[in-house]
């Protein structure tokens, strides 16, 4: 069964910092793209970054570039996101996701998010 547990999660203060971690388990992490998204209130749900499966490539959305860097440990199934320079509008739900093709189809897998609150 493939299990995606987020953590790292809280609140915090304008320009602080926080790393979210997220261990996965039931697939062959190091086959598998990562990716982080987030969603807050009342907002669409957006891409925040992306590792590749052999950790050599990354992106990220423009409004968390230069501030948050993604990073894959393989030999720990775990994905990290470190978030620096946090602002208030970061504030939202962090999802650490893969998604795995089988013969019916792509699936798409989320883990239970992560609360990410940045104060003023």
């Known amino acids: 069964q493939v299990q995606l547990v987020e953590s790292g999660g809280g609140l915090v203060h304008n320009g602080e910092s926080l790393r979210l971690s997220c261990a996965a388990t039931?697939?062959?992490?190091?086959?598998?793209?990562m990716n982080w998204y987030r969603q807050a209130p009342g907002k669409e749900r957006e891409l925040v970054a992306g590792?590749?499966?052999?950790?050599?490539?990354?992106n990220y959305a423009d409004f968390v570039k230069g501030r948050f860097t993604i990073s894959r440990d393989d030999a720990k199934n775990t994905v990290y996101l470190q978030m620096n320079s946090l602002k208030p509008d970061d504030t939202a739900i962090y999802y650490c996701?893969?998604?795995?093709?089988?013969?019916?189809?792509?699936?798409?897998?989320w883990g239970q998010g992560t609360q990410v609150t940045v104060s003023s």
């Open positions: 996701t893969t998604y795995l093709i089988k013969w019916s189809g792509r699936y798409d897998y």
């Open positions: 039931g697939f062959t992490f190091s086959d598998n793209v």
């Open positions: 590792i590749s499966s052999d950790g050599s490539r990354t």
